[in-house]
């Protein structure tokens, strides 16, 4: 049996309850819900040394999403917190220009 992807959360809690409280300025409620349940898939493969976005949802790579997609800019006090969202459903986290995340570390 193949292991689940860990929770966003589980790994960079910091990060998500940023995401919560930006997405509840932003009136992204349900968004807001959501972002706690995402699965670190993967991180971004770019290679840029500004890029810490996560991928959420299995997706081929250059590809568009297709019907139903959005983009949800949001307001941190430093760099981009971007957030790809199909059909109410969160698939990429792009985090540019900000401070390096530090993974919560469990025992």
Known sequence: MEQ??????EVFPELVDELVRLLEEEGERELAICVWDVRMVGE?????????????????GGQPYGPGHRCVPLL????????DVVNG???????LGRPPLRPCVQE
């Open 76 to 83: 941190p006090s430093s760099g981009d917190l971007i957030l």
């Open 44 to 60: 971004c493969a770019c290679g840029d040394d500004f890029c810490q976005s996560i991928r959420t949802s299995d997706h081929p």
């Open 89 to 95: 459903r969160i698939m990429y986290i792009e985090i």
């Open 4 to 9: 689940e992807p860990p929770l966003v959360r």
